[in-house]
């Protein structure tokens, strides 16, 4: 009978990188072995059981509460010129500013107008009007298809 060479065999398995964090899938591991390994005639306390268990409840939700914070902050790194793309060739609504004062004009008048491109200043998303006014994105009343004149 002839032996087989684990070289043969094991080096076509992929190797996972180590890491020096323990995840759930390792503490998971962990706890079945210490469970499966436990002295029969002097079992694992039920409180110390029960906490074990609490701190993998807790280390899961840590985690799933990290990928959640990453996912907000790539998508708050998104330029606002890309997140207001989509209004580009729609006719907006906004108040009419007064240019002496820079204030909305008394009594309120709104004006409407195409967009014809998004810009950025200062982290913010600057709308630029085919009348050619410049404004903000939270200066924006209302978001319609252009009309057909």
Do not use: C, W
């Not at 890309?82 to 004009?105: C, F, M, P, R």
């Not at 903000?136 to 978001?143: A, G, K, P, V």
């Amino acid at each position: 009978m002839s032996k087989i060479d684990p070289s043969y065999y094991l080096r076509n398995v992929p190797r996972s990188a180590p890491s020096s964090e323990l995840g759930k899938d390792e503490f998971l591991k962990i706890l079945m072995t210490q469970i499966q390994n436990q002295d029969p005639l002097n079992p694992m306390d039920d409180r110390e059981f029960i906490s074990q268990m609490t701190t993998f409840s807790s280390l899961e939700q840590m985690i799933n509460m990290n990928e959640s914070i990453s996912m907000l902050v790539n998508n708050q790194m998104t330029s606002p010129v890309i997140q207001y793309s989509h209004l580009i060739g729609k006719e907006i609504s906004y108040y009419a500013i007064d240019e002496e004062t820079g204030q909305v004009k008394e009594p309120k008048e709104i004006e409407s107008s195409e967009v014809i491109a998004i810009s950025e200043k200062n982290g913010y998303a600057v709308i630029e009007l085919e009348n050619g006014e410049k404004i903000y994105t939270d200066e924006i009343l209302r978001i319609n298809q252009p009309s057909e004149d």
